[in-house]
Every structure is written in C-alpha cells, then in structure tokens.
C-alpha cells in the first residue's frame, strides 16, 4: 500500500486544517487506518485511528472534541479534520495503514511521508 498524505500547512491558532491521504496499491477497506504525528525532539504519538469500516474510531485525549477522523473507502481515502489548532499540534502527521490490527506508533504495516502542520501563536 502507498500512501501519499496532503493538506498540511502554516495556520494561525483557533484555525482549521483537513489533512488527506490518499492509498493505493492494495484493498483499502481491508485496512485500519490511523494518524499519527511527530513534534520535534519527541516520540511519534497515536493521533486518531478508524476501522476498516469507519464505524469505530479512536482519539488521543488531546486531541478529542477537536478533531475528527474519517474514512471514504470508495476513494481510498482517510481524513483528518482538524479544528481549533493550537501552538501544541505543530507536527509532522503521518498516515498509517495496518491490515491485522489497529495502527500504532511502533505497529502499523504501511506509513505515508508525512505533511509537516504548523500552528502559530
């Protein structure tokens, strides 16, 4: 599976972002999908994830009532809505694809190149 993540960029707090990625190369719906992001100096963190068929999904605690995952599997595509950025969730998000189990940081079977979010004060 490759995945390819957009829609990063320089917000200013309080703003909204909607992060894509796009899979090819295998069956999408047969994958859990999961975002996951990287602040320098700091370990890679679970941000949300989603099940194969969109009716199960987790989120970090940081990032609940603000953001919201989701899946298109007729377009091979997940999302990440992103609202009421703050300073904090400047990282670099990466998208993730697992085919057994739920995406994790050290445990996930395909990972996009990530797209770099900054959030300024």
């Known amino acids: 599976v490759q995945l390819v993540e957009s829609g990063g960029g320089l917000v200013q707090a309080g703003a909204s972002l909607r992060l894509s990625c796009a899979a090819s190369?295998?069956?999408?719906?047969?994958?859990?999908m999961g975002w996951f992001r990287q602040a320098p100096g700091k370990e890679r963190e679970s941000v949300a994830t989603?099940?194969?068929?969109?009716?199960?999904?987790y989120y970090a605690d940081s990032v609940k009532d603000r953001f919201t995952i989701s899946r298109d599997n007729a377009k091979n595509t997940v999302y990440l809505q992103m609202n009421s950025l703050k300073p904090e969730d400047t990282a670099v998000y990466y998208c993730?694809?697992?085919?057994?189990?739920?995406?994790?940081?050290?445990?996930?079977?395909?990972w996009g190149q990530g797209t770099q979010v900054t959030v300024s004060s």
């Open positions: 993730a694809a697992s085919l057994l189990t739920t995406p994790a940081p050290g445990r996930a079977d395909y």
């Open positions: 190369g295998r069956t999408f719906s047969n994958y859990a």
């Open positions: 989603i099940n194969r068929s969109g009716g199960g999904t």
